[in-house]
T-cell receptor
Framework: NAGVTQTPKFQVLKTGQSMTLQCAQDMNHNSMYWYRQDPGMGLRLIYYSASEGTTDKGEVPNGYNVSRLNKREFSLRLESAAPSQTSVYFC??????????????FGPGTRLLVL | LAKTTQPISMDSYEGQEVNITCSHNNIATNDYITWYQQFPSQGPRFIIQGYKTKVTNEVASLFIPADRKSSTLSLPRVSLSDTAVYYCLVGSDSNYQLIWGAGTKLIIKP
């Protein structure tokens, strides 16, 4: 039981390049989330998916797209990376329909550097 | 939309009780208060959650006054392994607002 896994662990991009961050969970959870974490700012929600087939914007969705490929997988895509997207990205999941009342389980994070 | 405020950092010593307070003056009626712990190079991990009054589990206690405008995470008899960043999260399932505090860096000294 690996919990929440993320790939890659670290990535360097040039401005304008695209990439997809992958996330998978093996806990049969319904809800999945993507966050970014910047120094001194805590976590900010980018997108979330309350169930397979649905996605919704969070606090900072601009510049990102997501796909809930199936119940296990939730990917985050940067179509044209910008230096402002340099951050640590965390994927999380929770058991039911999602929301702050549910315990979220986090992956180890992806460190992204955009030059 | 509840904005949370936490101290940036705190120091304490092994064996002491540590209290970290989070202010959330605009907390809504349906908002829960949740605390997470994060070690370097790891994702956050759930510690405790409450709605009102006091909640206790095997690792911590959470005190919430009647007006719910603040909450205090209490860690009894801390050890060096409790050195981490602690986040206060306030939000409601009804509007899916997940507003994280900036975190409190807790350093435990021997």
């Amino acid at each position: 039981n690996a919990g929440v896994t993320q790939t890659p662990k670290f990535q360097v991009l040039k401005t304008g390049q695209s990439m997809t961050l992958q996330c998978a969970q093996d806990m049969n959870h319904n809800s999945m989330y993507w966050y970014r974490q910047d120094p001194g700012m805590g976590l900010r929600l980018i997108y979330y998916s309350a169930s397979e087939g649905t996605t919704d914007k969070g606090e900072v969705p601009n510049g990102y797209n997501v796909s809930r490929l199936n119940k296990r997988e939730f990917s985050l895509r940067l179509e044209s990376a910008a230096p402002s997207q340099t951050s640590v990205y965390f994927c999380a999941s929770s058991e039911l329909a999602g929301g702050p009342s549910e315990t979220q389980y986090f992956g180890p994070g992806t460190r992204l550097l955009v030059l | 939309l509840a904005k949370t405020t936490q101290p940036i950092s705190m120091d304490s010593y092994e064996g002491q009780e540590v209290n970290i307070t989070c202010s959330h003056n605009n907390i809504a009626t349906n908002d829960y208060i949740t605390w997470y712990q994060q070690f370097p190079s790891q994702g956050p991990r759930f510690i405790i959650q409450g709605y009102k009054t006091k909640v206790t589990n095997e690792v911590a206690s959470l005190f919430i006054p009647a007006d719910r405008k603040s909450s205090t995470l209490s860690l009894p008899r801390v050890s060096l392994s409790d050195t981490a960043v602690y986040y206060c999260l306030v939000g409601s399932d009804s509007n899916y607002q997940l507003i994280w505090g900036a975190g409190t860096k807790l350093i435990i000294k021997p």
